[in-house]
């Protein structure tokens, strides 16, 4: 029996080897049971590749001569899914604490785990991570990106955000005054070092600014806003300059306001969002991605059992303010800060906005269209003609169990299949 780090080495000698079973010009036609194509469920629609992007959707098409079938009975084919809040320089809290990562790790370990979570994620069936915070390993997720691009290493495409932003004295790791810590993120204030700091970093490759709208560092360790109103604003000015958007993490209410106001396109967390605020977010069209994996996978940490224990007041707020936030009509961005919880689990964050009352459809198509749709990403996120050919085929039917989700079978990016039958 091969062990599991064995059977990685295999994947990535497939994948970087060049087994390109779709080819670079051959047409594939893909024969699911249904599709999803982003917006509904399709019986007994194929889908034909080639070339990297899909050429033909739908109920009658034909195979090209010298095209090759694909037979996926059972299954389901839809877009690779697009998570829209991960750390892949993060591994699970329960293995290393998150300042043990930060301050004892060194860089080679924390890439090398890196470049394993992105294969891991992957073959998920997630074919687009947006990366928010390398967490103290400065541009690495840069130079990861690049890795993948070039095809050195197998991954998702990736959009990233270095290191962040946070204001002085607000992020961890915080210890005694006399030490100066390294911090999980960049300390940046005021006109002069903002303006700076934010060219800084999408210069050194961010696709994302992130800026930390509050932190736990309130008197009593609660949130409380850390930049204000004209900082936020300065940060979204300087950053739309250069043609890309800003994502705050807020968990209060006043910071998720500012982030609003300031003009930020998605706010992450929001644990402390009152109807107001989504109510504003949803006047403003900033998008709100819950985080809801992250809050589940610290409470188990902590020692609660689902199901055993009486839920934690964290989980049942948690639960209460997703609630609100779908009353208010926010667009939700799928994305569950997966590296707080395993990679390759992404789909938990899917199951969760279902058990706290999403329908399967509308988790599905924030998955794939829906975060499309909010990232910009006009090549993807849909099965349609003309785009790209990221596509996951997974048994059974996930718009009506979403754990379905899990069972991939096929799992194919820029064309090539990366696992399925003539995959691995
Ligand atoms: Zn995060």
Not at 140 to 161: F, H, Q, T, W, Y
Not at 175 to 198: F, I, Y
Not at 271 to 285: H, I, K, N, S
Not at 299 to 304: D, I, N, V
Request: proline share 5%; aromatic share 6%.
């Amino acid at each position: 029996m091969r062990r599991p780090t064995e059977l990685l080495f295999v994947f990535l000698a497939a994948v970087s080897g060049g087994l390109s079973p779709a080819g670079a010009q051959d047409a594939l036609l893909l024969r699911p049971d249904r599709v999803y194509d982003g917006r509904a469920m399709h019986a007994g629609w194929t889908v034909l590749v080639r070339g990297g992007t899909i050429t033909g959707v739908g109920a009658s098409l034909e195979l090209p001569p010298g095209g090759r079938e694909l037979a996926l009975p059972g299954t389901t084919l839809l877009p690779g899914l697009i998570e829209g809040h991960a750390h892949l320089l993060l591994h699970p809290y329960d293995e290393t604490p998150w300042a043990d990562q930060v301050l004892l790790e060194s860089h080679g370990e924390r890439v090398a785990r890196a470049t394993v979570h992105a294969a891991e994620t992957l073959r998920a069936g997630v074919t687009t991570v947006r990366d928010l915070g390398s967490e103290g390993a400065g541009y690495a997720d840069v130079g990861l990106k690049a890795a993948i691009d070039k095809g050195v290493i197998p991954g998702p495409r990736l959009l990233v955000s270095g290191p962040a932003l946070v204001a002085t004295g607000s992020y961890n790791p915080r210890g005694a005054p006399e030490w100066a810590l390294p911090k999980g993120a960049d300390e940046a204030d005021g006109v002069d070092g903002l303006v700076r700091a934010t060219r800084e970093q999408i210069g050194n490759g961010a696709d994302w600014v992130k800026v930390y709208a509050d932190y736990r560092w309130g008197p009593d360790g609660q949130a409380r806003p850390t930049y204000t109103q004209e900082e936020l604003e300065l940060v979204v000015r300087v950053t739309e300059s250069s043609g890309r958007r800003v994502v705050a993490h807020a968990s209060s209410a006043e910071a998720m306001e500012r982030a609003a106001r300031a003009g930020v396109r998605t706010i992450e967390h929001g644990d402390g969002a009152t109807a107001e605020v989504f109510a504003l977010m949803r006047e403003l069209d900033v998008a709100f991605c819950p985080t809801l994996a992250a809050g589940d996978a610290i409470s188990r940490y902590a020692g609660w059992r689902s199901g055993v224990d009486p839920e934690p007041a964290r989980i049942r707020a948690k639960r209460e303010s997703f609630r609100v936030a779908l009353d208010a009509g926010v667009r939700i961005c799928f994305g569950g800060d997966v590296g707080v919880y395993r990679h390759g689990d992404n789909v938990r964050e899917l199951e969760l906005m279902v058990e706290y009352g999403m329908s399967a459809t509308d988790a599905l198509h924030a998955a794939t269209a829906g975060n499309a749709g909010i990232f910009e990403l006009a090549d993807r996120g849909r099965v349609e003609v003309g785009l790209l050919a990221d596509l996951v085929a997974v048994r059974g039917d996930p718009s009506r169990e979403i754990r379905a989700l899990r069972d991939v079978a096929l799992v194919m990016k820029g064309g090539e299949i990366v696992v399925g039958p003539e995959g691995r």
